[in-house]
């Protein structure tokens, strides 16, 4: 399976993690988990998929953070359900880890966060030169 270029797994609920044989297919161009409800985290390895281009993980309510293995997906055109949250978790990726995405066009993120967007985070969405599109979106502020 190392030519696939698209999976999509869009809407099975009954995934809680990803396999770890999705981190050999070097090739895939778009993964699509949209609407995995039950999707708990995305592994760090994610970044290995060096051939990303699209990336939808949006309507996966159970994350409560973004790998920093997304930041090494230097190909990524497109991210949808980028997860912000009131977190000092070091392994957390972060807008600033997302500068490095320099064909980043169209970025999707949900907000858990008290203040947002802090100044600093408006700078690094300054930084991100190629967003067409950008569409944030609250889903309310959580204590822990």
């Known amino acids: 399976m190392k030519q696939l270029r698209v999976l999509s797994l869009r809407g099975i609920s009954l995934i809680t993690e990803l396999p770890q044989f999705i981190s050999q297919l070097t090739g895939l161009k778009t993964l699509d988990l949209k609407s995995c409800h039950n999707l708990e985290v995305v592994p760090d390895w994610i970044g290995l998929l060096e051939n990303l281009t699209y990336f939808d993980i949006s309507g996966c309510y159970l994350l409560d953070h ?10 990524l055109e497109v991210l949808k359900g980028f997860i ?19 064909n980043l066009r169209k970025l999707s993120i949900s907000v ?21 599109k950008l569409k944030i979106s609250w889903s309310g502020y959580f204590t822990s």
């Open 84 to 102: 912000i949250r009131d977190s000092k978790d070091e392994k957390s990726c972060t807008i600033n880890n997302l500068t490095k995405l320099s």
């Open 66 to 75: 973004m790998p920093k293995g997304l930041g090494a997906l230097s190909n």
């Open 112 to 132: 858990s966060m008290k203040e947002f967007p802090t100044d600093l985070q408006l700078h690094h969405l300054q930084r991100l030169c190629h967003l067409e």
